[in-house]
């Protein structure tokens, strides 16, 4: 299909009855329901082990994701990675995905500046977020960061009201409809990007640590 300006939301590339993440992510590859995947190198789909216990939801690819085709390679990835660690979780009971699948940013000589992406993008890119839920069965839903929680939990969420707590899942999201899991939890807390920004990276990272702490001891 043909871009022809306006977002039209990736619902007719999401396959109707997925047969598994590859498939989705295969699919995804053509997506063009919003004007990010002009610019953008690839979609960068998500990534993890199939029966996850946790899944992580973030913004959206970054520059180094956006090159590598892989979600939270970056620094930020690497600082979650260091997150997970000191938190206790294992690694290998995670999958990890963004809201937005295409990276947006603005050009400015040979550098690509990170630009957050906007609701257009959000609600476009919502049917690739809802399939893979279709697929993962966790036990608990970790939202990094504001647009990451707008994706799932609406419009008026706000980070700093919402993080570290225990949420029920779905019956706190937008469209819990949307979401055919079984009654679960969710927390929210701040994107890793946020604690690289933060004046005081190592109260930032503190405060990540804890709330992962948190999604540790709810599946432990």
């Not at 995905?97 to 919502?126: D, L, M, W, Y």
């Not at 049917?127 to 994706?151: M, N, Q, R």
């Not at 990007?193 to 001891?217: H, P």
Request: charged content about 20%; glycine content about 10%.
């Amino acid at each position: 299909m043909q871009w022809t300006g306006a977002p039209v939301g990736a619902q007719q590339w999401v396959p109707p009855h997925p047969r598994g993440i590859d498939e989705l992510k295969s699919s995804a590859a053509d997506c063009h329901g919003c004007e990010l995947h002009q610019d953008a190198t690839q979609t960068v789909f998500g990534r993890g082990a199939p029966h996850a216990r946790i899944v992580f939801v973030g913004e959206q690819p970054g520059d180094v994701e956006d090159q590598r085709g892989l979600p939270f390679v970056g620094p930020a990835g690497r600082l979650l990675r260091e997150a997970v660690d000191d938190a206790g979780i294992d690694p290998a009971e995670l999958y990890i995905t963004n809201a937005v699948k295409h990276f947006r940013f603005e050009a400015r000589g040979s550098r690509r500046i990170h630009q957050t992406p906007g609701p257009a993008h959000i609600t476009a890119c919502r049917p690739w977020l809802v399939a893979e839920f279709s697929l993962l069965k966790p036990e608990l839903v970790v939202i990094l960061g504001a647009t990451a929680g707008k994706a799932l939990l609406g419009p008026s969420f706000r980070v700093t009201r919402a993080r570290g707590q225990l949420m029920p899942w779905p019956a706190s999201a937008q469209h819990p409809e949307d979401f055919p899991v079984a009654d679960i939890q969710a927390l929210a807390t701040i994107h890793p990007s946020a604690v690289l920004r933060a004046d005081d990276r190592e109260a930032a990272y503190g405060g990540l640590v804890d709330d992962l702490r948190i999604a540790a001891r709810a599946v432990a």
